[in-house]
C-alpha cells in the first residue's frame, strides 16, 4: 500500500506542478498550452499522471483506481498515448479540457484517499 500511496503522491505533485507553471506564469490556460516552454511542462506532467496510473494498475491496486471513474482513467491514458505518439498534432483543446476538467476531479479524489 506504501508503494501506492508514493504514486498517488507523484500524481498530485505533477498536478500541483501544473497548476504552479499556470500561477506563477499568471497565465490562462489557452496561453499556457501554446507557449513553447510552458506547453512541453504541462504535457510532460500529464504524461506522468498517466503512468502512475498505469503503474497502480500493473501492482493490481484496484481499490485505490475504484475511487476514479474509469471513464477519466481511460481518458487520462488516451490522452498520454496522443502526447506521446502524436506530439506535433496534439490537439491543444484536448489538454485544455484535461486540465480545467479532470486534473480538479484526480486532485480532490487523491486528497480524499490520502486522508484517510
Not at 9 to 14: A, D, G, L, R
Not at 35 to 62: C, G, H, S, W, Y
Request: net charge negative.
Amino acid at each position: 500500500m506504501s508503494n501506492a500511496i508514493d504514486r498517488l503522491k507523484k500524481v498530485y505533485e505533477c498536478i500541483e506542478n501544473i497548476e504552479y507553471i499556470l500561477d506563477n506564469n499568471d497565465l490562462k490556460v489557452t496561453v499556457a498550452i501554446e507557449d513553447k516552454l510552458i506547453k512541453p511542462a504541462i504535457r510532460m506532467n500529464i504524461v506522468r499522471i498517466a503512468e502512475q496510473f498505469t503503474k497502480l494498475k500493473d501492482d493490481n491496486e484496484f481499490k485505490i483506481l475504484e475511487a476514479f471513474t474509469s471513464e477519466d482513467l481511460k481518458g487520462i491514458n488516451a490522452v498520454r498515448n496522443y502526447i506521446a505518439h502524436d506530439y506535433d498534432s496534439t490537439d491543444d483543446n484536448i489538454i485544455e479540457d484535461v486540465i480545467r476538467y479532470n486534473l480538479p476531479v484526480f486532485k480532490n479524489t487523491i486528497s480524499k484517499l490520502l486522508n484517510n
